[in-house]
């Protein structure tokens, strides 16, 4: 786990050492155990490539990076694991390559050495990488499958810029970021981002999971490819029986190969599911392992997890860390936490993880495992009904659809109006499903929004929408589940988590997240995710059986690691109107109106949303990035 950064200029670029030596500086926490840094003339300009490092796998000096292959025609900047090195290794030494250190990183470069961009199936692992081929005067990026590991740049035909982190990359670009403004309206209606390649920063990018960029330097040409999209065709091979104990023998030949570590591990447990099953995993197969778990607990209130937390360590005979938090405190880090995320995120849960893993580094834990990515693998939350409801509607399946209809309806946080709504979500053609949600109160176009602002910028004052395929025609909860990996859904987590783990220096390991494991769930038939009775995850539970308690396994409800929002914020009035002091200043907002939608949602005028806090957090966001908004779109 690292930081990765570099820059192409078609100039000679005397000042380019000094540059990466600052940009360096702003990816320091992702990496202070070692940094380097490499600058070369290249296709008639210059190119520089810088790395900082936290050593986790092979703790000598072989690990340096920028690395170069054995032939010099290839250096390579990495960030992440490849958890299958030793196996990859021995395939590459069968063939008769040779190695001078045990890093994966080197395992990486010889891989892409023998097969080139072909070797990107084969790598189990969290990862993204810049490789430089002499050769061919390329430079190519790679991300893996789910965009565990983050990638943005700017590319402008010329000039090509890629950091691990923003404040990294415009150190790099050294210019004063530009909102964008479309971003802004997405965040603050619906709560989407990360779900598009576009960022929160005017021409600035982030390259999506599962594909590869290929910059031929010196030109205008560059190749942007999808390696990674899995089938969701549904496989007939496998009874329920069978495919649960398919699913036990990858989930925990995942949890073995996530446990590889030259460094002390931890856990980041709720008390779900998810993060219990790879806490009693790790358990079950390592008896005599030393466990700490890390949970935070809201005490008294209606979101604590404690007492199934207090379960789980017990079961496992773990060593807990509980971590309570003051309201007061996220005013203190408020600031450093805006910072690391980077961009907007959507409500204060994240400051609960970003403690989480402040306390693991303080008990000297650098790598960490937890159980995100379940929830998309498996049809987790509420279960993904109106997909479920649409391809029984493909399939002609009436009875049961309204069974299942009545049945879901009948869990916690449910409701039957939520089933009609989802079932008018898959019945209504379009205007009638704009009219539906006016009537339930979902505003697209807020009063305290300055839409002519975007609408004079040629901006779409409409939710981002969802292509469904032919081939997900009768799949369409297999369909939302591949494109929830892959986009909108799971990626404003795993940006939350890294930007969180690594604030700290830690490596935040999420096993769940594997081809393997995603092409066998979005392979099953949909049944096996989300049953007949409404329940979500019904083969994973089945799965895991034996192995994480029954309590667990049959627990009704979700909290994850869930904050008291109101009554937080609510202790934090007297800062709100200082963060929202650069409001006036934001063209697409009604400050006035603003101030009143916060106040009547924390005076419980209105239902407890995430508005409050979106406001709050785009406002803080601008004035700690100094945002400039007098030239965006």
Request: net charge negative; proline share 6%; with cysteine.
């Amino acid at each position: 786990m690292c930081g990765i950064l570099g820059i192409y200029t078609p100039q000679v670029a005397p000042e380019m050492p000094a540059c990466l030596r600052a940009a360096l500086d702003a990816l320091s926490h992702r990496g202070p155990d070692d940094r380097g840094q490499t600058v070369d003339a290249m296709a008639n300009g210059t190119l520089g490539l810088g790395h900082t490092r936290l050593a986790i796998i092979d703790l000598s000096p072989g690990g340096h990076q920028p690395m170069h292959g054995a032939s010099q025609r290839f250096t390579v900047v990495f960030n992440g694991e490849i958890y299958n090195y030793r196996e990859l290794r021995d395939e590459l030494q069968a063939l008769g390559y040779r190695f001078s250190t045990d890093s994966d990183t080197e395992v990486l470069l010889t891989c892409w050495e023998a097969w080139g961009e072909d070797c990107l199936p084969r790598l189990q692992g969290m990862f993204a990488f810049a490789i430089v081929d002499r050769d061919r005067q390329t430079l190519t990026c790679v991300r893996d499958a789910f965009g565990i590991k983050p990638l943005f740049y700017r590319w402008d035909g010329a000039r090509f810029a890629f950091a691990s982190e923003l404040p990294a990359l415009f150190k790099l670009l050294g210019d004063r970021p530009q909102a964008n403004l479309q971003k802004a309206y997405e965040y603050l209606v619906f709560g989407y981002y990360d779900d598009q390649d576009s960022s929160f920063f005017q021409h600035v990018s982030g390259l999506r999971p599962g594909h590869s960029l290929t910059i031929a330097l010196g030109t205008e040409r560059s190749t942007l490819k999808r390696w990674w999209w899995p089938s969701i065709a549904e496989r007939n091979d496998l009874p329920y029986e069978k495919a649960a104990q398919h699913l036990r023998e990858v989930f925990l030949k995942n949890i073995r190969l996530h446990l590889r570590s030259d460094v002390p591990l931890g856990f980041a447990l709720s008390g779900g599911v998810d993060s219990s099953a790879v806490v009693c995993a790790a358990r079950y197969l390592y008896p005599d392992l030393p466990i700490h778990t890390f949970s935070f607990i809201a005490p008294g209130t209606s979101v604590s997890e404690e007492p199934w937390v207090d379960l789980v360590n017990g079961a496992v005979n773990a060593t807990a860390h509980k971590i309570v938090i003051d309201p007061e405190e996220l005013a203190l880090d408020l600031d450093d936490m805006v910072l690391s995320q980077g961009e907007p995120f959507g409500s204060t849960s994240i400051y609960a993880q970003y403690r989480v893993f402040r306390a693991a580094r303080e008990q000297g834990v650098t790598v960490m495992l937890d159980g995100q990515g379940a929830d998309e693998l498996l049809a987790g939350y509420h279960g993904y009904p109106a997909a479920r409801l649409r391809s029984l509607v493909e399939h002609g399946s009436t009875a049961e659809l309204v069974a299942f209809m009545h049945r879901w309806s009948g869990w916690p946080g449910r409701s039957h109006r939520q089933a009609a709504v989802a079932l008018g979500s898959v019945l209504l053609p379009s205007p009638l499903r704009r009219w539906a949600r006016g009537w339930l109160g979902r505003d697209f176009h807020p009063p305290w929004l300055r839409l002519e602002v975007l609408a004079d910028r040629g901006g779409a004052l409409q939710a981002p929408s969802f292509d469904r395929t032919a081939e997900g025609k009768g799949r369409r909860l297999a369909e939302q589940l591949r494109s929830a990996l892959t986009g909108q859904g799971l990626q404003p987590l795993l940006r939350h988590g890294d930007r969180n783990s690594m604030r700290w220096s830690i490596e935040s390991r999420v096993p769940f997240l594997t081809t393997d494991l995603a092409e066998l769930t979005l392979a099953l038939p949909e049944d096996y995710l989300l049953s007949s009775q409404g329940e979500t995850k019904r083969i994973f539970k089945t799965a895991m059986r034996g192995i994480v308690p029954d309590d667990i396994l049959d627990r009704r409800d979700k909290i994850g690691f869930q904050t008291p929002e109101r009554q937080w914020l609510n202790v934090l009035r007297p800062q709100i109107a200082d963060w929202m002091a650069i409001a006036p200043s934001i063209p697409l907002l009604n400050a006035d109106l603003c101030q009143q939608e916060i106040n009547a949602i924390l005076d419980g005028d209105e239902e407890l949303n995430w508005q409050a806090w979106r406001l709050i957090n785009y406002c803080r966001w601008a004035q700690v990035f100094n945002v400039q908004f007098d030239r965006c779109i």
